[in-house]
């Protein structure tokens, strides 16, 4: 199958690979580690969010976890308070039980060391190390007025390092009415590529567009695009991954257009007016001497093809980064996403296709391929990312609502024209994304997890569904309706509000110009 024809269609419509035969289930326990480390304000005695930024260094015997979080200061902005680094030894981590979020922490050591990074107007700040279980022998060392062991708050304790549900979990919340949405006109922008401008393409209703996400213990900043652009003053943000990236990044690039009085000084490099090919694409801004761009890599790691016996045959290269790798090693944000090609039909249902080194796998199930895979991108962004320049992101998975089939077999989200009201109707955690969280914490580089599967499976209304594409025709439009897209975002629409979630983040890590 030619890939560069492949590509040219959104993932879930593309032709599959080889033929299906059934499904089957992903039910390998992935086994999660799971400690607790609460950050307990103890001024106003609320409980400030911990947020799953992790960094470990990939040490033999310990690794170590950095985490910001954010707390609702009384004026209900966002104040950020302070990094803390914990190391732990490997033996009690691998004592950890997953199933009810509780660590065994017999008798590893927890050094923990916290930092004021920024100013900030909450400094009694207390630090509590905890699992559900007994932080046995523990050694805690605070820096600044950060204390150790006073006032634990059981109830709270039990969060994994991973989640962190503290009180601000800014990717835990609920959807809002926002009246001042969305950032560009409906059908206004016109670097949005057709599949994901549904107002052009005869989507009737426009409510989709006019929610905001609101954290439950804080407030997330409105992305002001001004200030975003001259931040990123002669900078490079790439967006590298499947089309969902490409959804996200087309989002970014129309929402800072917004504010760009002379529209002309915004252009594709390369004069290029659609992003479908598997390619580079680069939006220049030149006002502002910046790039936002997109890199089409998605699966991160190397298609490639294996000379068999019988021929050749395609395979994917677990073990080699693409070679697009050259184009964004040095930019000064990287935003990765993978994982919707990790589906069985894509991936030759794990026979013959995922290969390392010399050896093809006769077979592998798709969550260890991708494991593996990440380990991969871990350990080249470990070698190659500059931490001191480059801000990187991994922005999770973004959940589908296919009713009553699968993209390919007349799955539906058609006339969805409201959010899901109800956390009790969404789904499990996606098992990918416990897989990355598996990975992150052995990283020496600092990663930013925007962890964004939840708030995507409350926007079942947010879809392009049969408004994919422009009909000619009400035959042509009868036929869509047998292959709806429940997988991408209408723009505008949810991509905005990931990158609300960038931006916020950026003003808290990012580098040069982002930091004053
Ligand atoms: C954590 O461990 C790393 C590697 O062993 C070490 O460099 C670092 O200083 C430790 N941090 C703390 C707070 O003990
Ligand atoms: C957690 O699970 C372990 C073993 O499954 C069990 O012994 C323990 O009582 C559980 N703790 C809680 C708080 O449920
Ligand atoms: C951990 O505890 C076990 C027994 O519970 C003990 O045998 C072992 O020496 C301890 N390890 C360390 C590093 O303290
Ligand atoms: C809110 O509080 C923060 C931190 O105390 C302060 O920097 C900021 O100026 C305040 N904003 C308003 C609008 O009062
Ligand atoms: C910090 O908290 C402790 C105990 O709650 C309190 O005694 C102390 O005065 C506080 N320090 C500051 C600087 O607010
Ligand atoms: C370690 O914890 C155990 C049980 O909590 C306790 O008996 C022991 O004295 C502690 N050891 C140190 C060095 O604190
Ligand atoms: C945390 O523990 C409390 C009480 O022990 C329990 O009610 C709650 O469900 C636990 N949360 C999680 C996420 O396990
Ligand atoms: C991400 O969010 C999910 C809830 O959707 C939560 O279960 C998971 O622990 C979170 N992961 C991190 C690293 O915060
Ligand atoms: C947006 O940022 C610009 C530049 O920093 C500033 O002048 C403007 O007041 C901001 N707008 C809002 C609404 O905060
Ligand atoms: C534009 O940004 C680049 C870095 O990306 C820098 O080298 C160059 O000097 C800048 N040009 C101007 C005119 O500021
Ligand atoms: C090559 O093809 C033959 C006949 O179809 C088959 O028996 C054999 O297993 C194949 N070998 C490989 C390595 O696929
Ligand atoms: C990053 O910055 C730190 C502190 O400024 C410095 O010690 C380190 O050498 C720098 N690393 C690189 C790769 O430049």
């Given at each position: 199958m030619d890939s560069s024809k492949k590509l040219v269609f959104s993932e879930p419509f593309m032709s599959q690979r080889r033929k299906v035969i059934s499904a089957f289930s992903l039910g390998v326990g992935v086994s999660l580690i799971f400690l607790t480390l609460l950050l307990l304000?103890?001024?106003?005695?609320t409980v400030p969010k911990v947020q799953g930024f992790l960094q470990g260094s990939d040490s033999d015997s310990s690794f170590s976890w950095r985490f910001p979080f954010t707390a609702r200061s009384s004026n209900g902005s966002v104040s950020f308070l302070q990094r803390a680094e914990v190391n732990v030894s490997e033996e009690g981590l691998e004592k950890t039980l997953v199933g009810n979020l509780t660590v065994n922490q017999k008798n590893e050591s927890l050094h923990v060391k916290a930092k004021e990074e920024h100013s900030s107007s909450l400094k009694n700040v207390t630090l509590l190390g905890v699992g559900n279980a007994h932080v046995g022998n523990s050694s805690c060392s605070a820096g600044g007025d950060g204390k150790c062991g006073e006032g634990l708050v059981r109830e709270s304790c039990n969060v994994s390092v991973a989640s962190f549900r503290g009180e601000c979990d800014i990717f835990d919340g609920k959807w809002v009415r926002d009246e001042s949405k969305p950032y560009y006109a409906l059908g206004s922008c016109p670097h949005i590529d057709r599949d994901f401008d549904c107002h052009l393409n005869g989507r009737p209703d426009s409510e989709y567009v006019k929610w905001k996400w609101q954290p439950n213990g804080c407030d997330i900043p409105s992305l002001n695009a001004t200030d975003f652009l001259e931040k990123l003053q002669g900078q490079k943000l790439v967006f590298v991954g499947d089309s969902l990236n490409r959804n996200m990044w087309e989002s970014l690039v129309c929402i800072l257009r917004q504010s760009i009085r002379d529209k002309k000084r915004v252009f594709e490099i390369s004069g290029k007016?659609?992003?479908?090919?598997k390619d580079i694409y680069a939006f220049r801004f030149e006002d502002y001497n910046c790039s936002v761009d997109f890199v089409s890599s998605p699966f991160i790691v190397q298609e490639s093809t294996f000379k068999g016996i019988n021929g050749s045959f395609e395979t994917l290269r677990l073990d080699l980064m693409d070679q697009t790798t050259t184009t964004y090693h040095d930019a000064d944000i990287i935003v990765f996403n993978t994982g919707h090609w990790w589906t069985h039909e894509k991936t030759s249902r794990g026979e013959d296709y995922y290969q390392e080194g010399n050896h093809v796998y006769s077979r592998l199930k798709v969550l260890d391929a991708y494991t593996r895979a990440l380990a991969t991108w871990a350990k080249w962004i470990d070698n190659n990312i500059d931490a001191n320049r480059t801000q990187v992101f991994f922005r999770g998975y973004s959940v589908t609502h296919f009713r009553g089939g699968q993209w390919n077999s007349g799955g539906q989200c058609h006339k969805e024209t409201q959010p899901i009201s109800s956390g009790k109707h969404l789904r499990k955690y996606p098992s990918k994304m416990r897989a990355f969280e598996h990975v992150?914490?052995?990283?020496k580089t600092p990663v930013i997890y925007l962890n964004i599967s939840r708030l995507t499976d409350y926007r079942k209304d947010g879809h392009p569904s049969i408004y994919r594409m422009e009909y000619k025709t009400a035959e042509e439009r009868t036929s869509a309706e047998l292959h709806q897209d429940c997988s991408h975002w209408c723009l505008p629409g949810v991509p905005d509000t990931w990158n609300e979630l960038l931006y916020a983040y950026l003003l808290k890590y990012g580098k040069g110009h982002w930091k004053s």
């Open positions: 304000n103890n001024t106003s005695l007016t659609e992003f479908k090919k992150i914490p052995k990283m």
